[in-house]
């Protein structure tokens, strides 16, 4: 079992461009949240995907978007990059809605300069 | 909204130490309390989910407690070695699933 796997694992971008980060789930998970982890800040939810849908948000601006595809995988976009978007992006898996544990992936790396 | 607190910060104790990390939160309906490790740079290892309906879990050297009255869990770590030297996470699982982090602990074990 891979486990959650992220791509890429790093990324350096210039503020204004657009970003897409890509997150394949656990086995058998049906359902990714992602999460924006800041150095020496705990993660901060972004939004979450079930059945194809965006089930909820957190309190980003519509800079963010997301998409799931029938595969359950699933990919952040983020347009319009400011300097204050460099963090650590974090993607979960989990069943069923998420109302068990979840498992984080390694994360992609953010830099915008 | 819920809001989730570890203190202290940072904690640094010698090898074979018993410890209790704390984890603090503001909203009771809470639906479960997971407990993360996260390494320098590295995602996020889940250690120990409790349901609401729960009151404590364990796995191996690591007791998890759940007191929603207190709005209160704890993380026991028994016979500390130094690589269990990490960023200790919690988060409250609210409506939907979504997770409410704290900031975490970055916890020391000195050989």
């Known amino acids: 079992d891979a486990g959650v796997t992220q791509s890429p694992t790093h990324l350096i971008k210039t503020r204004g461009q657009q970003v897409t980060l890509r997150c394949s789930p656990k086995?058998?998970?049906?359902?990714v949240s992602w999460y924006q982890q800041a150095l020496g800040q705990g993660p901060q939810f972004i939004f979450q995907?079930?059945?194809?849908?965006?089930?909820q948000r957190g309190n980003f601006p519509d800079r963010f978007s997301g998409h799931q595809f029938p595969n359950y995988s699933s990919e952040l976009n983020v347009n319009a990059l400011l300097l204050g978007d460099s963090a650590l992006y974090l993607c979960?898996?989990?069943f069923g809605g998420g109302w068990e544990t979840q498992y984080f992936g390694p994360g992609t790396r953010l830099l915008v300069l | 909204k819920q809001e989730v607190t570890q203190i202290p910060a940072a904690l640094s104790v010698p090898e074979g130490e018993n410890l209790v990390l704390n984890c603090s939160f503001t909203?009771?309906?809470?639906?479960?309390l997971q407990w993360f490790r996260q390494d320098p740079g590295k995602g996020l290892t889940s250690l120990l989910l409790?349901?609401?309906?729960?009151r404590e879990q364990t796995s191996g050297r690591l007791n998890a407690s759940l007191d929603k009255s207190s709005g209160r869990s704890t993380l026991y770590i028994a016979a500390s070695q130094p690589g269990d030297s990490a960023t200790y996470l919690c988060?409250?699982?609210?409506?939907?699933?979504?997770?409410?982090f704290g900031k975490g602990i970055t916890l020391s074990v000195r050989p």
């Open positions: 979960a898996s989990s």
């Open positions: 086995s058998g998970h049906d359902t």
């Open positions: 995907y079930y059945e194809e849908e965006e089930r």
């Open positions: 909203d009771s309906a809470i639906y479960n």
């Open positions: 409790i349901q609401s309906s729960q």
């Open positions: 988060a409250g699982g609210g409506a939907n699933s979504k997770l409410t």
